[in-house]
């Protein structure tokens, strides 16, 4: 029997229409502009000004506070302005916009494509490293990665587990990465695993890629301490807390950090990034990068360089089809509809997946039949029909009493639902409000 | 770019599952049940489950229409569900008249009074039995034996298994006719294989979950046991395949969460029992089932699913 997380979790459609796609690189734009905030914290401070020259590679904007990272410009030319952008929700929020002039790097970013195996920095070396060069989760939640690296006092990471399962419906991105870089992914590991000083990593990798297992299992002969983990295809695989009960079974207490498992979550991709940036000394300015689609002429995955506009991205993948009604940043779960194309590609995005126009729309609503189908399938144990119930009335002590705060926002109540209720919509309301709550009461037991 | 993009928060797919499935789904496992309840009481049967069918439906129609001025749901099944559910539980030589007053209590208290589907407290199909039962006890008790396909009011009685065990009188069925349904009582509870049948389609399709109908089987066996009663002929006797299967795992009435229907269906058995043995009707199901409804509120509240982080596996 395979492993897999143990409570609740859905079977959506995998619709991997990109699978196999080999990687392409997507043409320099005219113009990129590259948000300012790009990870989760604060919105990191532009080092650069108007008229300035700046090249592959060049940091234009620094990390302002302790949550946040850097961010360096993905191609060479000059900076036009800083000014604000649409982002992919349709906020306008500060961003550099530079004009594309050749495609000259920085001369320290080492371009072969040899691969350097032998890490020569130490553990806190190496956490610098990552953090200068911007780093962040790749897997969607853009958590700077040089913080999970530095666990807090009182904990102590035993393993490393990479999240490889891309348990998302249409995203191909890290399945195509693995089979096109897999030595390279796994001296990542290797980095990652000498940072914190754990001798032990586990690659999780859902089954339906058994060619991205193969050949993992195999380079992986070379680094004994790294296990190529199969699991069985279940969503919401790719959460933090379900891939670390799938892998060591062990399970993150409500309100606990990951770390108190022993355990640190870090992203496939993000592994990639790790190793170009330490042994490459190159920074996050380009990804992969899928665009999907039912009605897509040509799925594919793109290596892209951060801030090129996602209709170019569309247009290189065959336009946009004249029946398209939604258009999705990320993948069908856990993904954000854009309100337009207006918006540039970030170091989060791992998806473009535009959505036909008929199976854009909800379905109508209609009375909860307490059938618990929402309760079957919720990987927190929680029950979303209730949280539903008491967010719609606005009761946020019985919200949080049944615990709306574990909530992961997955979506498998609302894909589940027959009457298709809107339960995680509320469910999202009521965290909002209780969120607000929890922290109004810290702020003033702080101050008693 | 001129187009209008739709805009909404994640999850952007849907499983496809609908309201109007499920109970397809549940009227498809009845389909055993009901073709049995026809080979053993022929034209009674016919007349008895159109009338309840049609009945529901129709009321549910009048009352959506006329008296709460909404939509009318009538295409979801629930109604018709309700209807067949029902019929299965009356005999085949039930006047019409009483089974339409049986599906108004059904639909109109039992469901639209709550406010329809979703909303009730109590299975609709049960209120409207237990109503007929306590109004009308001469006729709902009286059971015309198996094989009489012609006949429908004039059909020929006799004392139903159940009733004779409570009497402490010998059963003249075999285990074997009990199982396949050759015995007289309502028309969908005689055929344990029947039942058992859609069961198993259930569960595969997902339908419901074992958890309900499992606990009611082994606290009824436990209870027969503490009352030393035959525990094999107290699970086959009666409404108990049908109550525990079809009736109480009704999802509107019944427990949120696996803890909660094991409780649920563990009362529902160990009730079912103690009613049969010390209570004045012979057969104890429907208001077993009745009563842990009731409750069904009180186990949502106390008794909450599993959480994550709740047990820790040894790795």
């Given at each position: 029997m395979l492993k897999t997380f143990f409570l609740g979790g859905i079977h959506p459609a995998e619709n991997k229409l990109s699978a196999q796609k080999k990687v392409e690189l997507l043409d320099l734009p005219k113009q990129v502009i590259i948000p300012l905030g790009q990870h989760i914290g604060a919105p990191a401070q532009a080092v650069v000004k108007k008229g300035d020259k700046v090249k592959v590679g060049t940091l234009i904007a620094q990390a302002a506070g302790f949550v946040s990272a850097n961010i360096h410009s993905s191609v060479s030319g000059t900076v036009l302005k800083v000014d604000v952008a649409p982002d992919s929700s349709g906020n306008l929020k500060p961003a550099i916009f530079i004009d594309v002039e050749g495609d000259e790097w920085e001369e320290t970013i080492d371009r072969s494509t040899t691969l350097n195996k032998d890490i020569t920095l130490d553990s806190k070396a190496i956490v610098d490293k990552i953090k200068e060069c911007g780093i962040v989760g790749l897997g969607g939640a853009t958590f700077p990665t040089h913080i999970k690296l530095m666990p807090p006092p009182g904990t102590k990471a035993e393993v490393i587990i990479i999240n490889a399962v891309e348990c998302e419906p249409y995203l191909t991105s890290d399945h195509q990465l693995m089979l096109e870089k897999a030595e390279e992914i796994l001296v990542g590991v290797e980095i990652l695993m000498k940072s914190v000083n754990v001798s032990k990593a586990i690659i999780g990798i859902e089954n339906n890629k058994p060619d991205a297992i193969k050949i993992m299992t195999e380079k992986a002969i070379a680094h004994p301490n790294i296990i190529i983990q199969p699991l069985k295809v279940k969503y919401p695989q790719g959460g933090e807390k379900q891939l670390i009960d799938a892998c060591i079974s062990r399970q993150v207490a409500s309100g606990a950090l990951p770390i108190s498992t022993g355990a640190v979550v870090q992203n496939v991709g993000t592994a990639f990034a790790v190793y170009e940036a330490v042994q490459k000394n190159k920074p996050l300015f380009e990804r992969i990068v899928t665009v999907t689609g039912k009605s897509v002429q040509k799925p594919s995955n793109f290596l892209v360089r951060v801030g090129t506009p996602i209709s170019n991205l569309i247009e290189a993948a065959g336009g946009l089809p004249e029946d398209t009604g939604k258009i999705i940043s990320g993948g069908p779960m856990m993904g954000k509809a854009m309100p337009s194309l207006n918006s540039n590609v970030v170091k989060g995005c791992s998806g473009i997946l535009i959505i036909k126009d008929l199976e854009a729309r909800r379905k109508e609503m209609t009375d909860c039949i307490r059938c618990a189908k929402c309760v079957d399938v919720c990987p927190m144990g929680l029950t979303p029909s209730y949280l539903m119930r008491v967010s719609e009335l606005s009761m946020w002590d019985k919200a949080e009493e049944d615990r709306i705060m574990d909530c992961i926002e997955c979506g498998s109540c609302s894909f589940t639902c027959p009457a298709n209720r809107t339960l995680l919509d509320y469910i999202r309301l009521g965290k909002g409000k209780v969120g607000g709550i929890l922290r109004a009461r810290a702020s003033s037991a702080a101050t008693k | 770019m001129d187009k209008k993009l739709i805009v909404s928060l994640s999850p952007h797919m849907h499983s496809g599952n609908t309201v109007k499935g499920a109970m397809y789904g549940v009227l498809i496992a009845l389909i055993p049940a009901l073709i049995t309840s026809l080979v053993f009481f022929g034209l009674g049967a016919l007349i008895v489950i159109l009338t309840s069918i049609a009945s529901c439906v129709l009321f549910e129609f009048l009352i959506q229409k006329f008296l709460l001025k909404q939509k009318t749901t009538i295409c979801d099944g629930s109604a018709i569900l309700t209807g067949l559910l029902l019929a299965f539980n009356l005999p085949s030589n039930l006047p019409i008249w009483i089974i339409l007053i049986g599906s108004l209590v059904a639909i109109g208290i039992g469901k639209m009074s709550f406010g329809g589907l979703g909303n009730n407290i109590f299975n609709p199909a049960l209120v409207g039995r237990v109503f007929l039962l306590i109004s009308f006890p001469v006729q709902m008790t009286s059971w015309p034996e198996p094989g009489q396909l012609s006949s429908y009011l004039d059909a020929t009685t006799a004392a139903t298994p159940l009733a004779l065990l409570s009497a402490d009188k010998s059963v003249p069925y075999s285990l074997l006719d009990m199982f396949i349904g050759a015995t007289n009582g309502s028309l969908g509870e005689i055929s344990a294989i029947a039942l058992l049948l859609g069961f198993g389609y259930m569960l595969i399709r997902k339908i419901i979950t074992w958890h309900i109908p499992v606990a009611i089987f082994v606290f009824a066996a436990l209870m027969s046991l503490i009352c030393g009663m035959d525990p094999i002929q107290q699970l086959f006797s009666g409404g108990l395949m049908l109550g525990a299967i079809f009736m109480a795992t009704d999802y509107v009435s019944s427990p949120m969460n696996k803890r909660g229907m094991l409780i649920y269906g563990a009362f529902i058995g160990a009730l079912t029992i103690i009613i049969r043995k010390f209570g004045a009707y012979p057969e104890g199901m429907s208001f077993a089932i009745l009563i842990m409804n009731a409750f069904t509120p009180l186990i949502n509240t106390y008794v909450k699913p599993k959480?994550?982080?709740?047990v820790v596996k040894n790795g």
């Open positions: - | 959480r994550f982080g709740e």
